[in-house]
C-alpha cells in the first residue's frame, strides 16, 4: 500500500463550499481587487480559477469531453499554467456576484459526480505529486481536488485577513491528503528495507505519518521499528510547505528534524501541487 490508508472527503466539499461563498458574500469590491500569494493573481482571479477547476472537472470527470484532459506537447506543469492564465484572464469580465453564482450551482452538480464514485477504482487523474509510476485511486484523486478547493480558500481569506474554515474537520483531511506525498519526496534517497522515516504535524488537525522503505521504494506504513529520522512542524507550516506558500527554508527554520540529515531535508521539500 503506497498511498496509505483511504480517505473519503466527499462529505465535505458542502461544506467547504458553504464557507467560501459567506466569504464571498462579505467581500466589499476593494477585497475582490487585493493581490494574493498566488503571483499576479487577486482575489476575484483566485475564485476564477477555481471556477475553471470545477468546469474542468465537470467537463473531463462528468461528460468524457478530451478537451478538458492534459492532451498536449507542453508538460503538464506548463500545460495547466497556460490555460489557467488563460481562463483567469477571461473570468476578469465576470461580476463577483456572477462568479459566487456559478459556484454555488456548479458546485453541487460536481458533487453529484464524486457521489457516484468508486473510491477504490482507478482516478480520472493520476496524482502525479504522490506518485508518478503508479496509478492514482480515486479516493486520492478526490481527496486533491478538496485540497484545493481549500487552500484557495485560505489565500483567499490570507488576502483579506478573514481567517475561517480551519477548523479540524475541514483541515485535518487537508493535512492528511498531503502527507500521502511522503513517499514521493524520499524518492530520490535510496536506503536499506525497514528504513523509517517519520512526519508528525501539531496541532488540533495535525498527525503523524511514516513513510517505510520497502521493495526498493517508500511507502506509507507502520515501521517495524521506532524511525530513525524524525520531522515535526506544526499544521500551519505543513499546508504552507506542500503547497509552497512559504519556502523550504522557511519550512525548515519552522521544523524540529533529527536523525538522517539527507532524509529529514526531503521531507522538507514535500511538495503537494503539480509543478
Known amino acids: 500500500m503506497i498511498f496509505g ?34 503571483p499576479g493573481w487577486d ?20 461528460d468524457g469531453y478530451a478537451g478538458a484532459v492534459f492532451a498536449s506537447d507542453d508538460t503538464l506543469p506548463t500545460y495547466l499554467a497556460r490555460t489557467n492564465d488563460e481562463f483567469v484572464r477571461a473570468s476578469r469580465q465576470l461580476s463577483p456576484r456572477l462568479l459566487t453564482d456559478l459556484l454555488r450551482h456548479l458546485g453541487t452538480e460536481l458533487d453529484a459526480v464524486w457521489s457516484t464514485r468508486d473510491l477504490h477504482a482507478l482516478a480520472d487523474l ?23 478547493f481549500w487552500v484557495h480558500q485560505q489565500q483567499i481569506r490570507d488576502a483579506v485577513s478573514c481567517p475561517g474554515a480551519d477548523e479540524p474537520e475541514l483541515m485535518a483531511p487537508v493535512l492528511d491528503i498531503f502527507a500521502r506525498g511522503l513517499p514521493a519526496a524520499l524518492r530520490a534517497h535510496t ?21 517505510v522503505r520497502q521493495d ?36 525548515r527554520e519552522r521544523s524540529q528534524l533529527s536523525g538522517d540529515r539527507e532524509l529529514a531535508n526531503a521531507v522538507t521539500e514535500l511538495f503537494a501541487v503539480v509543478g
Not at 529520522?229 to 512559504?246: C, K
Request: glycine residues 8%.
Open 5 to 38: 490508508p483511504p480517505i473519503d472527503v466527499r462529505r465535505l466539499f458542502p461544506l467547504e463550499r458553504r464557507a467560501l461563498i459567506e466569504l464571498l458574500h462579505a467581500l466589499g469590491p476593494e477585497d475582490w481587487a487585493k493581490p494574493t500569494v498566488c
Open 43 to 62: 482575489v476575484h482571479d483566485v475564485v476564477g480559477h477555481v471556477l475553471n477547476d470545477y468546469m474542468r472537472r465537470l467537463s473531463g470527470s462528468r
Open 126 to 148: 493520476d496524482v502525479s505529486w504522490a506518485a508518478s509510476d503508479v496509478p492514482s485511486p480515486a479516493w486520492l484523486d478526490i481527496g486533491r481536488e478538496y485540497t484545493e
Open 191 to 211: 536506503r536499506p528495507d525497514g528504513t523509517a522515516v517519520r512526519l508528525e504535524v501539531s496541532g488540533p488537525s495535525g498527525g503523524r505519518w511514516d513513510a
Open 216 to 251: 526498493d521504494r517508500w511507502r506509507l506504513g507502520t515501521p517495524e521499528r521506532e524511525p530513525a529520522t524524525h520531522v515535526s512542524m506544526n499544521e500551519d507550516t505543513f499546508w504552507r510547505l506542500a503547497t509552497r506558500g512559504i519556502p523550504v527554508e522557511s519550512a
